[in-house]
């Protein structure tokens, strides 16, 4: 039998891990980015849009917004949260949507969930072509040289029900390859008695001037900036988690 995964089996879980993301500053971000880069238009599209959480600030931002994931039960949760959204099931890498997209997002360095660097390669390719001219494609990443490999972060709550759910989530990267995992870990108390889920999710390595290469490569004009979404400020070339704004000329 197949462990239970926090994109199906465990997807009640998802927006509990998330519930500390400030979503409505991410959007603002993307927006403020948009005004500076962007061509104007309202076709929105969310790369890995999980539960939704992004669509639906964007649609009371105005945009006609579409969400793409590869779980259906994390599209089933977005349909709920953002009903006026088209929803698309499928990977990132074979998107197919020509100069019909204004703006693109993909965040919670969901970028490496592409399978392999062609993988990421050919999923900038379809992301440049599925931009109108004008067109932002905006995300996250983080350097697989700037992997600490310590405990990462713990997230805490205490649920309507008193029971208390402790959230960890972690980096590790050998140091050599393109192999980066993501460890989560979850862990419910009830009184005395716990649930317990460990997953490792396969992730692609890479650093950030090759993805500043690979997105050249395809014909973007691209922007570094610092991953602080209180403001827009270029990257200083320290840390290792960055935001890319890269544009399809006009």
Known sequence: ???????????????????????HEQCDFVL???????????????????????LAHFSDAGFSC????????????????????NLICLDMSEIDLHNS???????LYSIHYCSSVAALQKTFKNIYAALAPGGVFCFDAVDKDCIANDDGHYHYLTLPNHNQLRFQTRW????????????????ETAGESQRHYQEKHS?????????????????????????????LREWQGENGNVVFCAVKAA
């Open 101 to 107: 997209m204004d703006l693109i997002s993909c965040f």
């Open 172 to 187: 590790h990267y050998s140091g050599e390859g393109d192999d980066l995992d993501l460890h989560i870990d979850i862990r």
């Open 1 to 23: 039998m197949s462990s239970p995964s926090l994109y199906a089996d465990l997807s009640h879980y998802y927006d509990l891990l998330c519930s500390n993301i400030d979503y």
């Open 203 to 231: 992730m692609t390595a890479v650093n950030i001037i090759n993805i500043r290469q690979m997105l050249e490569n395809e014909g973007f004009e691209v922007q570094i900036l610092e991953h602080d979404f209180a403001r």
């Open 66 to 85: 579409n969400g793409l994931d590869i779980s259906q039960d994390m599209l089933d949760m977005a349909a709920d949260r953002c009903p006026s959204a």
């Open 32 to 54: 403020r980015a948009n005004s500076l880069w962007g061509n104007g238009g309202k076709q929105y599209l969310d790369l890995a849009c999980g539960s939704g959480m992004l």
